[in-house]
């Protein structure tokens, strides 16, 4: 599976730890897989890519839904989260 995480409007030229967790951003739960650093350029915009070797399906029910939480933090520590921004997994709507 590869995933892409597109951030935006977060504060410029910081540095952020990012991670797919279970659940949703109503409903928060533990990390799933972690993305690497978002470095934020100038306009506060920051990318990450990575490839998951072996990865679950996208989840297509709600009690197994993943979300995409960015940290204040540089680094992640899952005792102390602190979420900046959160997004929703959503699988694509066959055509």
């Known amino acids: 599976m ?6 935006r409007v977060i504060e410029p030229n910081t540095t952020h730890a990012a991670a797919i967790h279970l659940g949703n951003c109503a409903w ?3 990390v799933l897989y972690d993305l690497p650093q978002l470095n934020a350029d100038g306009n506060g915009n920051a990318s990450a890519s990575i490839a998951i070797n072996g990865a679950q399906p996208l989840p297509t029910t709600s009690d197994q839904s993943w979300y995409i939480a960015v940290d204040y933090n540089a680094t992640l520590n899952c005792d102390s989260f602190l979420t900046n921004s959160c997004g929703d997994v959503v699988a694509p709507t066959p055509r």
């Open 28 to 30: 928060r739960s533990h």
């Open 2 to 7: 590869r995933n892409l995480a597109l951030i």
